[in-house]
């Protein structure tokens, strides 16, 4: 069964984009990830299908990490799929739906998309973790780094404040501290450099994914959380690897994300190549 696919990506971010709005297709966790392994497959940080969007969504778009595991956000990838469904309406405005929520989104001058990612949810069992405990300050050690801070963005984050973030080595330390039992769905794991109260720096080692240049949500929970700890104000730029995302925690607990969107190649790919 070939089935065309878009290969985008949001500051390095990449996804592949798979449109089952008009067919249904047989995606599976284990196809989804046989196609974004970067070796035999087409490689990306996410795996996206657009299925039919309904009750007010332009479209639903689920997400799958590259281990198979489904995903309740992605900010790059929201920004890259509300592009292709409002040229599709020729409209400047959509909204996308995942199983975290409703994401409108809208375009800007320049190119730039901002999404409202939602609100950030800062309860204990909202993230979730494995006990109740104070989510600006999780007791969570590794070497030098300690307490956390944690919310949810549709999706468990945690972050880590450094002063030095190119001394932190982030892949020996990210698969454990993803893994560790505080984490019952696992988490995104950010660590985080504050530069001045405008601007920050921010690596992520990505739930299911590893080191990628770009997480979005992960942008949006470093920004609450540094807010939240009187290390920056609620709008901040944020420097990842692949480049920079403007965050806004809204006063009504909304948090906005503004960045680029990009296509890098389309092609078709053969499904049944990837087993079942």
Not at 231 to 244: D, Y
């Amino acid at each position: 069964m070939m089935v065309p696919f878009r290969k985008m990506h949001g500051l390095g971010n990449d996804f592949v984009v798979l449109d089952a709005r008009a067919t249904p297709l047989p995606i599976t966790p284990g196809r989804a990830a046989a196609i974004a392994d970067r070796r035999r497959g087409i490689g990306c940080d996410q795996f996206i299908v657009l299925e039919p969007g309904r009750d007010g969504a332009d479209v639903f778009m689920r997400i799958r990490n590259p281990d198979g595991s489904e995903s309740g956000a992605c900010g790059n990838a929201t920004r890259c799929v509300a592009s292709l469904v409002a040229a599709e309406a020729g409209r400047d405005r959509v909204v996308v739906r995942t199983i975290a929520g409703d994401l409108p989104v809208e375009a800007l001058p320049g190119g730039l998309w901002r999404a409202d990612m939602g609100p950030a949810r800062l309860g204990w069992q909202e993230v979730p973790l494995a006990a109740e405990m104070d989510t600006l300050h999780l007791p969570l050690t590794r070497g030098v780094l300690a307490e956390p801070a944690a919310c949810s963005m549709g999706n468990p984050h945690a972050t880590f404040f450094v002063p030095d973030l190119d001394a932190v080595p982030v892949e020996v330390l990210g698969p454990s501290l993803e893994h560790d039992p505080i984490f019952p769905e696992r988490a995104n794991i950010g660590f985080v450099q504050v530069l001045d109260p405008a601007h920050i720096r921010l690596t992520v080692w990505e739930r299911g994914a590893g080191l990628t240049l770009a997480c979005g949500s992960g942008a949006c929970a470093a920004l609450v959380n540094a807010a939240r700890r009187g290390l920056t104000g609620r709008h901040a730029t944020v420097a990842l690897p692949g480049g920079e995302l403007v965050i806004e925690w809204r006063d009504d607990g909304h948090v906005l994300m503004t960045g680029p969107v990009a296509t890098a190649f389309t092609g078709s790919l053969d499904l049944a190549a990837y087993g079942a």
